[in-house]
């Protein structure tokens, strides 16, 4: 069976002609349908009445009947062709195919993934109740009252005594073998690639199965699940461009987060040890297949733990939701994901690099180190790495790595000990204090998460946020300005702390095999139309 989120292949343009004649079209299904909801009135049937009542789910009608869950009998999955159970059931849905046969017509309801077709006689709903059945469309919504039994066919069926329209459909669905064509329409109209693709509607539920999984994680490792605001009064926690608002009642301008780590330190300051927060983080950056400019982000922090604990809370984070996605049918089996032809094995112990040995190893150095500014620039130049005249050796080192490192990583690879010019909130390395207690994880050349033993020191920490407030005075848009409430409390102690911060959106493009972030988050940020 394969694999519903498995990237399909392109599908050929429609020609030009058809594409022309689109609208036209568009506009007389919409008008055909119109006149037959204006018919269904004047016969004083409402097309979008209130909903209320117990319904039967689709997919748990389907169990108890072939042969599956609790409810499952012997008897009923014997039920053979044209035989009624006398089971009353009532289920709504979705009509995604119709056809008739004169006294006898059908229709095939969907609910969620899972399908169940209706049979509607004449005999059980009369000619009133027929007719209203033969004039529905594909993408009216129903309800369907009557008793499970097997067509003649041996096909599963509610066999209807009453049929109700609960939701007119104005627009026609799109094509059902080959759904919405266009991208731009598939991320602007989400609604109309998940009416038409199983792999669109099996993305969205992997996103719910994968947050599932890191909760379940935490949640056994006595992380306490935590909220923090929204909007800050200065953007911090991260080196990134904010998107700024302003609050008319207060007159101030406040921002959107760009992450939510220093909030999250401030609980472990106050006596939770151990927490985590899932949510949405906001970056004024551009847009590309790895960046949206809003995402999610799962931040964990753990006090009395360094880098080296919070690495293996990422792997078992990572194994963790490839596990759950391939219990719930929706990847292969396996710690494997796949990348195009390229395949990562997620299993084992993932190595740990240091940052720097990886740069030499890249440029052919025996070794290299943060002392000379000179020799770094020299090595940028000889690359094609562009520099800029104010940024220092550690700046460059990362430089190189990012162009000549990073996008060849395909296994997974924690990167450690970044220095401390490029890692302002992470905790000096005790074995050379121009190196912090950094990682990142690198999987196929995409970074999945960034986290450190968190800096402690007070006096340290304003030290690195006057540099950065240097460095935002020179043109830096994404240096962090000083928070001195942080800076507060900080005084007041933070014990020895680990955090790490996952993205959710990365992930699952890794571990579903897609190119672009656009592909897994329902409602992507587009440029306007026409630009």
Same mark, same amino acid.
């Given at each position: ?12 343009? &429609? ?68 035989? %009624? ?89 799109? %094509? ?6 266009? &991208? ?37 490792? %006595? ?31 406040? +921002? ?161 000990? +970044? ?113």
């Amino acid at each position: 069976m394969s694999d519903p989120t498995e990237s399909p292949q392109a599908e050929p343009a &429609p020609p030009a002609s058809e594409a022309a004649d689109a609208p036209a079209r568009l506009r007389e299904l919409v008008a055909e349908r119109r006149a037959a909801m204006d018919a269904l009135r004047a016969q004083g049937v409402e097309p979008y009445p209130p909903g209320g009542g117990a319904l039967d789910r689709v997919g748990e009608v389907r169990a108890r009947f072939e042969g599956q869950g609790a409810e499952a009998t012997e008897e009923r999955a014997a039920l053979a062709p044209g035989e %009624d159970s006398g089971e009353p059931v009532r289920v709504a849905g979705r009509v995604v195919a119709t056809r008739g046969h004169g006294r006898l017509a059908f229709l095939s309801l969907r609910d969620g993934e899972d399908e169940l077709q209706v049979m509607a006689r004449l005999d059980r709903l009369g000619s009133e109740g027929l007719a209203l059945v033969t004039e529905l469309h594909e993408g009216d919504w129903v309800r369907a009252e009557g008793t499970v039994a097997r067509s003649k066919r041996g096909e599963l069926s509610v066999d209807a005594d009453a049929v109700t329209l609960v939701g007119k459909a104005l627009r026609p669905l799109p %094509d059902k073998w080959h759904g919405v064509r266009e &991208p731009e329409t598939r991320y602007r109209h989400r609604e109309l690639d998940l009416a038409a693709s199983e792999q669109a509607r099996a993305t969205v539920r992997a996103r719910a199965v994968v947050l599932a999984a890191l909760r379940a994680e935490l949640d056994e490792r %006595d992380y306490l699940e935590v909220e923090t605001p929204l909007l800050h009064p200065i953007p911090g926690g991260a080196n990134a461009t904010p998107f700024v608002t302003h609050h008319e009642a207060l007159d101030v301008d406040l +921002y959107l987060r760009i992450a939510p780590e220093l909030y999250l330190k401030r609980l472990v300051v106050g006596g939770l040890p151990r927490v985590y927060e899932v949510g949405r983080v906001f970056r004024n950056e551009g847009l590309s297949t790895r960046h949206n400019p809003e995402f999610t982000m799962l931040e964990a922090y753990q006090a009395h733990a360094g880098y080296a604990e919070m690495m293996e809370l990422t792997q078992a984070l990572v194994q963790r939701a490839a596990t759950a996605l391939a219990q719930a049918g929706l990847r292969e089996e396996g710690l494997v994901a796949r990348l195009g032809e390229v395949e990562v094995d997620l299993s084992g112990r993932w190595p740990r690099r240091p940052m720097l040995d990886l740069v030499a190893q890249a440029v052919g150095e025996p070794d290299l180190d943060l002392s000379d500014r000179a020799r770094l620039a020299r090595l940028c130049a000889a690359h094609h790495v562009p520099i800029e005249e104010r940024w220092g050796p550690g700046k460059l080192a990362l430089e190189l790595y990012e162009k000549l490192v990073e996008p060849h990583l395909r296994e997974p690879t924690f990167v450690i000990d +970044y220095p401390v010019e490029v890692s302002p909130l992470a905790r000096r390395h005790p074995d050379d204090p121009e190196l912090t207690q950094r990682y990142e994880l690198i999987v196929a050349g995409r970074e999945l998460t960034n986290g450190f033993s968190e800096l402690t020191d007070p006096d340290d920490q304003r030290a690195r946020f006057e540099e950065q407030a240097r460095a935002k005075a020179a043109g830096d848009a994404e240096a962090m300005p000083i928070d001195e409430d942080y800076l507060a409390a900080m005084e007041l102690g933070l014990p020895p702390t680990g955090g790490l911060g996952l993205g959710l959106d990365r992930l699952l493009m890794l571990l579903l095999g897609r190119e672009s972030i656009r592909e897994v988050v329902a409602f992507p940020t587009l440029r306007p139309r026409g630009r």
